[in-house]
């Protein structure tokens, strides 16, 4: 699990190709492709105040960008991570982890699953 | 291509399985799963002002989500759309477009590219 926090997210860019580009533009990884590809889809998906997912995880892993409020994530052994708007958040392929929002108000994200998502038990309350 | 505003991309959403989520959540697609599945990335892209990509198209298309400032998509054959921070843009398969920042301040999207790109010759300059 590795978060990039909104304040890095927009730095250290890499310039793009100048053949396709007009105009100076630049770049960040937030995902690989995969090998052999894996079946891909992103969802926005917006949590009431204290709602989170069960423990899961993605075959080939998860990238999550939050869009509105502010809220947790765990990997399995760590300790719960605060989110807020324009962090990026990437869970490595069957990592262990939930997301949801604080009690205090609500958290939207968009996902980007990669592969089957296998679901395990309910998660642990998130803090404020 | 298709252009959700901000206004309507947190509204209207369909209630996720209760079966693994604690707390009410809801969800909007942005992009289904691929059959079969195509090699996908996710890059986060900051072009400068007036900067804009070629004309290109994706053989499985391209979601965009705009998290900086404001910019333009045209597809092949249509005029010019406006779009800003909070927008999200579907580019269908094949579809020929580009997209990049207006001339009076820098655009940043994420985007989620599906299967191949094909490159075009330069798109024309941006407005304000």
């Given at each position: 699990?590795?978060?990039?926090?909104r304040?890095?997210?927009?730095?250290?860019?890499?310039?793009?190709?100048?053949?396709?580009?007009?105009?100076?533009?630049?770049?960040?990884?937030?995902?690989a492709?995969?090998?052999?590809?894996?079946?891909?889809?992103?969802?926005?998906?917006?949590?009431?105040?204290?709602?989170?997912?069960?423990?899961?995880?993605?075959e080939?892993?998860?990238?999550l960008?939050?869009?509105?409020?502010?809220?947790?994530?765990?990997?399995?052994?760590?300790a719960?991570?605060?989110?807020?708007?324009?962090?990026a958040?990437?869970?490595?392929?069957?990592?262990?982890?939930?997301?949801?929002?604080?009690?205090?108000?609500?958290?939207?994200h968009?996902?980007?699953?990669?592969?089957e998502?296998?679901?395990?038990?309910?998660s642990?309350?998130?803090?404020?």
């Amino acid at each position: 699990m590795n978060i990039t926090p909104r304040a890095q997210l927009l730095g250290d860019l890499k310039p793009l190709d100048p053949s396709h580009f007009a105009g100076r533009a630049a770049a960040r990884d937030l995902l690989a492709a995969q090998k052999p590809a894996l079946p891909t889809t992103a969802i926005v998906v917006r949590f009431e105040p204290g709602a989170r997912n069960y423990w899961h995880a993605h075959e080939g892993g998860q990238v999550l960008y939050v869009i509105e409020g502010a809220g947790w994530v765990q990997v399995r052994g760590g300790a719960p991570q605060r989110i807020q708007v324009g962090d990026a958040v990437r869970a490595e392929p069957g990592e262990a982890h939930w997301h949801g929002a604080a009690r205090s108000g609500p958290l939207a994200h968009i996902a980007i699953n990669v592969g089957e998502a296998r679901w395990f038990e309910e998660s642990p309350a998130p803090g404020d």
